[in-house]
């Protein structure tokens, strides 16, 4: 496997079937989650994952159109980085 990793970042209202929308997207594009971490603060869902793009079947930017498009649908905020770019973004 290619290593090329990526930040996934989920919020939104808490509602039956994220976890499976967005995992189905990654699934469906053969990205797969290294390690996830997920919280319900309030009626918040909040999900984090570290994901490997290297096998993946589509380039980046379709694997970020798709997990944004699934957001939608599913009422949350999907926002895919790469790992560089979130930890760029953590030292300013």
């Given at each position: 496997m290619a290593d090329a990793r990526a930040?996934?970042?989920?919020?939104?209202a808490d509602r039956v079937g994220i976890v499976a929308g967005?995992?189905?997207?990654?699934a469906d594009l053969n990205v797969n989650i290294e390690d996830i971490r997920?919280?319900?603060l309030g009626q918040v869902f909040t999900?984090?994952?570290?994901?490997?793009v290297g096998d993946a079947r589509?380039?980046?930017a379709e694997i970020q159109a798709a997990l944004t498009s699934a957001g939608q649908e599913l009422g949350v905020q999907v926002m895919l980085q790469?790992?560089?770019t979130f930890q760029a973004m953590q030292r300013i």
């Open positions: 930040v996934l970042t989920v919020l939104g967005v995992s189905g997207v990654l997920m919280a319900l999900m984090i994952a570290m994901v490997n589509a380039p980046f790469r790992e560089e």
